[in-house]
């Protein structure tokens, strides 16, 4: 695939650089200096190029969205026509000094973010929950048994490596069923993660999810 990055830091920086060890084409834009764009690219190897967000979108079958929310639109702006691309975003709607949510908690942000881009198909990606939440339950991931965490998907062979991953940074994976039960075990998945390791009886925890309203 040819996949355009929109904001190349940490997040755009990295899967960038993974998706290019992949095989796939990537355009690396949206950073502060050209300079980091091309060592990036240099250092991705395979086929990555530094170039502008226009150039990240054109031909590309799928962008990332790696800036803070409040460069959205800077960054739209910049890239231009979007319709028909697939947007995964992983920013996350976080005020100036990420403290807070600026969207209600029942948003990852990709409804807001699919208002800017209507003729774009936007997917919200990775976990609406901000990694650095889970520092804590990294570093006890060592002292005690390994807990259980769910995940969900509709793709068989995605939900292997999805498993091969969660166990990679210490749970147990459990399959939830299909992506569509997602949306309501995710917001929950920190909290699972803390009874695991601070709750009575540790890992062995029973819990129930229930949809309310239609
Ligand atoms: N979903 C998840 O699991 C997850 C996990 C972590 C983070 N996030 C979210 O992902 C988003 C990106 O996070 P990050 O840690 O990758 O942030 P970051 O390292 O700060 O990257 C943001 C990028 O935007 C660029 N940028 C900022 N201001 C700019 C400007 N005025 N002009 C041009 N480029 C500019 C930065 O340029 P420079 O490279 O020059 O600084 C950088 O390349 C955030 O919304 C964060 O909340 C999501």
Known sequence: MRVGILGSGL????????????GHEVVFSYARSE???????REAKGRA???????????????LLAVHWSRIDDV????????????????????????????AHTSSGAEALAKRVPKARVVSAFTTVPSEVLFSVFAARRKTTRPSLVYCG?????????AGLIRDVGFEPVD???????????????????????????????????????
């Open 154 to 162: 509709d793709d068989s062979s995605g939900k292997r490596r999805a």
């Open 176 to 214: 939830a069923g299909p992506l569509r039960t997602a949306r309501y075990t995710e917001p929950f998945s920190l909290l699972v993660a803390r009874l695991a390791y601070q709750g009575k009886g540790g890992p062995e925890l029973a819990y129930r999810f229930e949809r309310f309203g239609k």
């Open 11 to 22: 997040m755009g920086g990295k899967l960038g650089t993974l998706f290019a060890r992949a």
């Open 76 to 103: 739209l702006h910049q890239t231009g026509d979007l319709t028909g691309k697939v947007v995964v975003s992983c920013t996350l709607p976080m005020n100036g000094d990420n403290t807070e949510l600026v969207l």
């Open 35 to 41: 300079q980091k764009l091309k060592k990036l690219a």
């Open 49 to 63: 190029r530094p170039g502008t967000p226009r150039d990240a979108a054109q031909g590309a079958d799928a962008v």
